[in-house]
């Protein structure tokens, strides 16, 4: 393959979930600055239609369409209407999701909680995969990313839904490779501590250096960080990778202890 093939996504349409903020929309940007189209699927609607015009001001096509990854209906839409709109899907985002991580004292919580974890962070996700797979295979060219979590490995009080439901993403991630292969890989990134709006808003300097002792690259990640990790799994470069997890964290781990 000729180097400037390796990352070239002209042509190509990618959906990101949860793209219209933080790492969500920095990977579309970033997709969209390697020449694909870009669906922008997201809860707040007003938000995803402003990243789209960024967007589309790169040369290529944005659509905004709002999205709750909890409603069946919405992934059905969000399907269909990429389809109509662009004839193909090649690549998958899957970054919206949530929980209550940090907050799940499990005798303060109920079985709800829980639930609700797996649905955002894990089931959403299957589902979407499910309805854009044959998409894909049709197509000839398929490439799926999760947003996993350091949080999938690391062993911290108060996580156990949130932690949990991340390391059912590596884990099902390694499974659908078998079922998805050979025209659609699957893959996870899973992002150290990264300033996004969500971080910064608790984040003093205490903190961070907090977080930086166990560090060996003494920054904390931003949202570009992770999109490029997502780039690579999105593009040719890596059409021999499928089923793995990949940690961007700076070589370490930021936590508070």
């Not at 971080?199 to 907090?210: A, D, G, H, N, R």
Request: proline share 3%; glycine share 10%; net charge negative.
């Amino acid at each position: 393959m000729h180097a400037s093939e390796l990352f070239n996504l002209t042509d190509k349409t990618a959906i990101v979930t949860g793209g219209a903020n933080g790492i969500g929309k920095a990977t579309a940007i970033m997709l969209a600055k390697h020449g694909a189209n870009i669906v922008i699927a997201d809860l707040k609607l007003e938000d995803a239609q402003a990243t789209a015009k960024e967007i589309e001001a790169l040369g290529v096509k944005a659509l905004a369409i709002e999205c709750n990854v909890l409603k069946d209906e919405h992934l059905v839409r969000l399907t269909e209407e990429t389809v109509k709109q662009f004839e193909a899907i090649h690549i998958l985002i899957n970054n919206a999701g949530g929980g209550g991580g940090g907050r799940e004292n499990p005798f303060k919580i109920d079985v709800d909680d829980i639930k609700r974890d797996f649905e955002l962070n894990v089931f959403s996700g299957w589902r979407l995969c499910q309805l854009v797979v044959p998409h894909m295979k049709k197509a000839g060219y398929g490439s799926i990313v999760f947003t996993t979590s350091m949080s999938s490995i690391n062993k911290s009080p108060n996580m156990s839904g949130y932690g949990g439901s991340k390391a059912a993403v590596n884990h099902m991630v390694a499974n659908l490779a078998q079922d998805f292969g050979p025209e659609v890989r699957i893959n996870a990134v899973g992002p150290g501590a990264t300033k996004t709006a969500a971080l910064e808003s608790v984040l003093t300097p205490e903190i961070e250096e907090t977080m930086l002792q166990h560090t060996p690259i003494k920054r904390l990640g931003s949202a570009d960080d992770i999109a490029g990790a997502m780039l690579y799994f999105a593009a040719p470069i890596s059409e021999w990778v499928s089923g793995q997890t990949l940690f961007v964290n700076g070589g370490g781990v930021q936590t508070l202890e």
